[in-house]
Structures are given as structure tokens and as C-alpha cells.
């Protein structure tokens, strides 16, 4: 079964084929971050503007690259949200335009689910139970599965995402956006030991918190305190990841399952690979880095297993800009 799916839900336009919702057939990414750039963050109408030029392209290159006709085709996937809501339109009109163009079904799958779903895009196919870390821009949410389609959220941020996070620390520190790869590579040069930085361990629930050891390194930075770029950046990146292991592992051990998910933006982040792996006897596994950011390839996976369960949309499919996992 080959899926066409496509996502705009933020600054990436999207279009990728996926076949039986874990082979790659094609996975075609048009970047905005050298746009946003010099903002320092996302401009919402800058975003949907720009996917309005690159989707059909990105659609036609991905079609191209997997050697694809709109016959070969079973169905289109697309992300319905959570999401910018011009940016998401974009995805949704084009995706309609398509199935009834072609005569294909089509269904609206939760960017959060895709991200986790990236997971079925290496080799060899995740087990239930199971304990998935989405830890993207927008969201760090701890999700139990029993499984497909099957969300328990355990635990989620109360204020920052660890994404926003990164990207909020990096501008503290003058490290550029976005701040993810920017903290990560920055890191490499300090020592995570000069800075001290708090931990909200939130004790007794699933929840994360990241907004107080942002608001520390503010501080510290306001009052010249942080001397060295690189030392703020692997302090910060430490305070994080401890948190974040930590947390993951306890909930996994606490549910008896049988392997630990990493999903979203910041799974690409090296440290948080090392420490979980090594630090966690359940196994722990995690996709590779172009698949954690956001792509269609996993919406492509995610729609997969949604058709398999008879999870059809019609043509009057919307976008839910603040929808939820669970
Ligand atoms: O999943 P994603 O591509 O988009 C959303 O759905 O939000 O995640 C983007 C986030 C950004 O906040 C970015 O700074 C973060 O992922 N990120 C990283 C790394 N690469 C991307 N954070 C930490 N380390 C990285 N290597
Ligand atoms: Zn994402």
C-alpha cells in the first residue's frame, strides 16, 4: 500500500511516499529556517506564504523520486495539526484538491502521532508496550502505547516544550536559531560542570518543566555570569537531558515495557541518544535524525496505519490547530 503524505503544520514543506507505513520510497523536505532566521523565530504569514510556493514542487519531486504515478497510489495522508493554522491549510487544500482529482482516499493525521510513527521508518518494527518521548518545538510529551492508535499520555510540559527551551536558551547565549543543533554543537567546546543550573524534577508526577532553568541562565547571563558561550550551552543541555532520561526511564520501568521511543526535534539531539541509552536496561530505540525533525515521511507511516483501521476522511476534512495526543 503506497501513501502520499504531506505536511506544513510549521516551517518545513513537506512531501514524501511510504510504502506498507515503513519503507521509504521518497522524502522530499523544503526548509524555511534560512527565512526565519533573521526573525529568530517562526512569522506565521511568512510560513504559510512560503509553503503556497514550495508545495507543488516538493509534491512533484517527491512523486518523481519514488518513481510514482497518481495511480500507483492508495491514499493520501496529511497533518491536520497541532500546528500554525495558515500553514496547515496549505498541506490540507492541496491534499483534498488531490484525492479528488485522483479519486483517492484521504486521511488527517496529528503531527504528534506522525513524529512518533517515524519510529516504524527503521529497521525493524517497534514493540508494545511501549514508552514514547516526543520532545519537539511545541510539544515533550511521555506517551504510554499498547498499540497502533492507542495513546495513554502519561506526562507532558506544564510551561516550555525542551525545543522551545533550546531555542530560548540559544537566543540568551546569542547562539543563532534554531537552537537545538546550535546548543548541540556549542556544547562540544564547554564544560557542563562550570555553570550550575536547577532541575524542576516535579516529583511524584510525569510532568516536565523547562522554564525555570532558562529563566536561571538569564539571569546568570544578566549578571555576567557565564563567561563562555560554550560552557552556557553544555551546562543548559545537560539540565535538560538529565531531566528528560531520567523521567523516561522511570515511567518506562513503572509501565514494564519493552522498549523506550525517542520522536520529535529534539530526539536528534546526540547527548539525549548517549545518556538514554546508556543509562536505560529497557531497550531504547530512535529514528535517524532527518526523521525526528519534522517531515512527511512519518505523516506517510502514521497514515498507513490509520487507513489499515478504516480511519477515513472526507473531502470536508479541517485543520485542528491546537489538537492534542490521547
Ligand atoms: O519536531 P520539530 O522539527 O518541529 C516541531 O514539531 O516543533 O522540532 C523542532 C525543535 C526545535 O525547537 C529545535 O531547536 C529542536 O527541535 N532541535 C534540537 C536538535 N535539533 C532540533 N534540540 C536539541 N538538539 C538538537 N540536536
Ligand atoms: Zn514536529
Redesign the pocket.
Known sequence: MKILGIET??D?TAAAVVEDGVKILSNQIASQVELHARYGGIVPEVASRQHILAIIPIIEQAMSEAEATWDDLDGIAVTIGP?LAGSLLVGVNVAKAIALAHGLPITGVN?LEG?IYANWLTNSTPRFPLVCII?????SDLVLMRGNGDYVVLGRTRDD????A??KA?RILGLGY????A??EAARNGNASSIQLPRAWLKGTSDFSFSGVKTALLRLVEGGKVLSKADGAASF?EAVIDVLVTKTIAVAKEHRVKQILLA???A???L?REWLVKNSSIPVRFPE?VL???NAAMIAACGYFRFKAGKVDGLDLDVIPSLRLG
Open positions: 503544520s510549521c518545513e500546528g503531527h513524529h520532545v519537539s518545538g511545541g510539544h516544550a525542551a525545543g522551545e533550546f531555542d540559544a534554531p537552537g537545538g543543533p546548543i548541540q543541555q520529535g526535534g529534539v536528534s539531539n546526540e539525549l535524525p525526528c525533525t519534522d
